[in-house]
């Protein structure tokens, strides 16, 4: 269902730019390529119960290979407060935490076009959604879906979540949209963001 694929049909990589881009005598014109970007796989066990949902990992994420690497992102603080996955631990003891706690972490996009960080920089025709059919199919026990921001609720809501209803008709899901992390949300104070996601996961988290 994707608006587009990658690599192109054609061969030849999408541009993106002005329609007529200006030229100076002599020169060849130059178009803006946007790169496409691609997500991570989900951190899981077959045992989850909840799953946290962003929207496409940022410029620092993408560069790092780890979920939420830019340093003013409030999510593993956030984590650190609820499960133990604090900032100061290494990458994979943050992640077994996750895990151990029932938790799960992925992207509602698989792949996009992109050219900063921010979400509204999305081409919206560019979207490719993640493959949930087999992610439910593989994770029974997931109860809890809780989206990091506006932008991975409103895509999971139009890209994937018609597609899921006949398959998961039967079985009931919560689905609760969370203040986003991203130091992009400066609206919002770190202290707000902690008690909005701490009110959420109350009663539901594994034991530590």
């Not at 949902?53 to 290979?65: F, H, I, Q, T």
């Not at 706690?101 to 076009?113: E, H, K, N």
């Not at 597609?163 to 949209?177: A, G, K, M, S, V």
Request: aromatic letters at 10%; a positive charge.
């Amino acid at each position: 269902m994707c608006a587009a694929t990658y690599p192109p049909a054609s061969g030849t990589p999408r541009l993106y730019g002005a329609e007529t881009p200006t030229t100076h005598a002599g020169r060849t014109p130059k178009l803006k390529i946007m790169p496409r970007i691609e997500s991570f796989p989900p951190i899981e066990n077959p045992t989850a119960s909840i799953l946290i949902l962003g929207s496409m990992p940022g410029k620092e994420s993408l560069r790092a290979g780890q979920y939420y690497a830019h340093q003013r992102n409030a999510f593993w603080p956030i984590m650190g407060e609820l499960v133990g996955a604090a900032p100061v631990l290494p990458y994979e003891q943050r992640i077994k935490k996750l895990k151990f706690s029932g938790i799960a972490l992925w992207d509602v996009l698989a792949s996009c076009t992109r050219h900063s960080s921010m979400d509204a920089d999305i081409e919206a025709d560019s979207i490719c959604p993640n493959d949930f059919a087999s992610f439910f199919l593989k994770h029974p026990q997931v109860t809890h879906i809780f989206f990091n921001g506006t932008m991975a609720e409103q895509c999971f809501h139009k890209h994937v979540r018609p597609l899921l209803e006949p398959l998961l008709e039967n079985r009931p899901l919560l689905y609760q949209r969370l203040p986003s992390t991203s130091p992009a949300n400066a609206s919002i104070r770190y202290e707000q963001k902690l008690k909005a996601w701490k009110v959420n996961f109350k009663g539901i988290l594994r034991e530590r």
